[in-house]
């Protein structure tokens, strides 16, 4: 007996890691101090939390 698997190949990683790079960026770029950059890291890893909660924002409520 012999099984087939596929292979599906997703860039959900790739695009989630490039956006926590580009947030990573952008929040300790704009820290004024140690601890807000420890802060912006850790939003940096939540990012598509801020990004979901917008959209609901605009679809539902407005």
Do not use: D, R
């Amino acid at each position: 007996m012999s099984k087939e698997y596929q292979s599906c190949n997703s860039t959900g990683g790739a695009i989630y890691g490039l956006g926590f790079i580009g947030a990573a960026i952008f929040y300790i770029s704009q820290a004024t101090g140690f601890w807000v950059g420890v802060l912006g890291f850790l939003k940096a890893i939540i990012w598509p939390l801020f990004f979901v909660l917008e959209g609901l924002k605009h679809f539902i409520i407005g």
